[in-house]
């Protein structure tokens, strides 16, 4: 089942500001992680955080995660126009060591120049 | 690296048709998954495995079938096309948490 529930769905924003997506869940996690995809292509793996982190840094991104509330957050500051993508936040589980993930139904994010 | 490799990047099928969609990593990943990609729904879970010879289903299995033999290979089969399996499928392999992607292939069912 989805797990993973952006909000908002899409966002257009100027180059230069900043883009905050939030991301809600139903049920216990192991981690949860963001990526991005590009028009027509993959999906690509940005972030992760652990359930037992409520923060993390990776160049101009931040995730916040509250998993009391069970939700995340991903801001990208000083956005660029190379920024313009879809985001995805996706749940994970162990599974034979590995992660399986349940991901949301995506941010469509618009970086005016 | 090639990192995830899937063939064909575009298939166009009539109803009733068979076809394989092919995905190989060369990462030496065990775990590899399938999705499908729908306007509006994300990515949604098909079918996945944890190495060779060992799958299970995900969250939307019917009318898919797969097999792996190897552990570079995960071919996704569709024995019996149907227009609800127009979308675009996304092969991954991953070690430990996270998870690589391949380009995609984008099916139309006619």
């Known amino acids: ?113 | 690296n090639a990192g995830v490799t899937q063939t064909p990047k575009f298939q166009v099928l009539k109803t009733g048709q068979s076809m394989t969609l092919q995905c190989a990593q060369d990462m030496n990943h065990e775990y590899m998954s399938w999705y499908r990609q729908d306007p509006g729904m994300g990515l949604r879970l098909i079918h996945y495995s944890v190495g060779a010879g060992i799958t299970d289903q995900g969250e939307v299995p019917n009318g898919y079938n797969v097999s792996r033999s190897t552990t570079e290979d995960f071919p996704l089969r569709l024995l019996s096309a149907a227009p609800s399996q127009t979308s675009v499928y996304f092969c991954a392999s991953s070690f430990l948490e996270t998870q690589y992607f391949g380009p995609g292939t984008r099916l139309l069912v006619l």
């Open chain 1, 1 to 113: 089942s989805q797990q993973g529930e952006e909000d908002p769905q899409a966002l257009s924003i100027q180059e230069g500001e900043n883009a905050t997506m939030n991301c809600s869940y139903k049920t216990s996690i192991n981690n949860l992680q963001w990526y991005r995809q590009n028009s027509g292509r993959g999906l690509v793996h940005l972030i992760l955080i652990r359930s037992n982190e409520r923060e993390k840094h990776s160049g101009r991104l931040r995730v916040t995660l509250d998993t009391s509330k069970k939700s995340s957050s991903l801001l990208i500051t000083a956005s660029r126009a190379a920024d313009t993508a879809s985001y995805f936040c996706a749940t994970a589980v162990m599974y034979y060591g590995n992660n399986r993930l349940a991901f949301g139904k995506g941010n469509q994010v618009v970086v005016i120049p």
